[in-house]
């Protein structure tokens, strides 16, 4: 597509339920980042996906978080048993990845997650 | 690990002025990326300007430009003839121009514009 896609834009669920969140990045890119903000703060990296390669998860939280893409197409975010800590907007991001040198992501607009 | 640093949580100025918000990062690398990121309510997050560590000259974009200062880890964004629409929140970000293509973001400055 012409950009970054994500669903919902905004999620309310109730604490401890799972949830899902969807990313469908820009044909053609081959790498896909998430991010989390908190209100009020920076975006915090949670994990990186490039083409075919083991992702780099170092940034997860806890074991409750866990992504998954297949090939170079739409990524889901899964955080299981929410918390209320989890309330955040969450954005993904696309890239060229190896073949950009210049860093240019395209992110998207996000999902706001409120856990209550 | 690289830190960014954005030590002005919230700034203002007069519509037409110009206003410099300031970034600190730290690294041991040599090659890296820096940019500066807008995000307006929508929440999309815009890339501003972008500047390459092995180019001396400061990058510029029409109304905004960097001060990049190597040595002392700083990267100062201007912007010239601020407008209505330039009020956002603004991340500074780094990125290894190696390895790991992940950005690292500061906490971000609120502009706001006066009109």
């Known amino acids: 597509g012409a950009g970054v896609s994500q669903s919902p834009s905004n999620k309310v669920t109730e604490k401890g339920k799972d949830v899902e969140l969807r990313c469908d990045p820009i044909?053609?890119?081959?790498?896909l980042y998430w991010y989390r903000q908190r209100l009020g703060q920076g975006l915090e990296f949670l994990i990186y996906f490039q083409g075919n390669s083991a992702p780099d998860k170092s940034g997860l939280p806890s074991d409750r978080f866990s992504a998954e893409r297949t090939g170079e197409s739409v990524s889901t975010l899964t955080i299981q048993r929410t918390q209320q800590e989890d309330s955040a907007v969450y954005l993904c991001?696309?890239?060229?990845?190896?073949?950009?040198?210049?860093?240019?992501?395209?992110f998207g607009s996000g999902t706001r997650l409120t856990v209550v | 690990a690289q830190t960014v640093t954005q030590s002005q949580p919230e700034m203002s100025v007069q519509e037409a002025e110009t206003v410099t918000l300031s970034c600190t990062y730290d690294t041991s690398e040599s090659d890296y990326y820096l940019f500066w990121y807008k995000q307006p309510p929508s929440r999309q997050m815009i890339l501003v300007i972008r500047q390459e560590a092995y180019k001396q000259q400061n990058a510029t974009e029409n109304r905004f430009s960097v001060n990049f200062q190597k040595a002392a880890k700083s990267f100062s964004l201007k912007i010239s003839d601020s407008q209505l629409g330039d009020a956002a929140m603004y991340f500074c970000?780094?990125?290894?121009?190696?390895?790991?293509?992940?950005?690292?973001f500061g906490q971000g400055t609120r502009l706001t514009i006066n009109p």
């Open positions: 044909s053609g890119h081959t790498a």
């Open positions: 970000a780094y990125r290894s121009a190696r390895g790991a293509q992940k950005l690292v």
């Open positions: 991001a696309s890239s060229l990845g190896d073949r950009d040198l210049t860093g240019g992501y395209t």
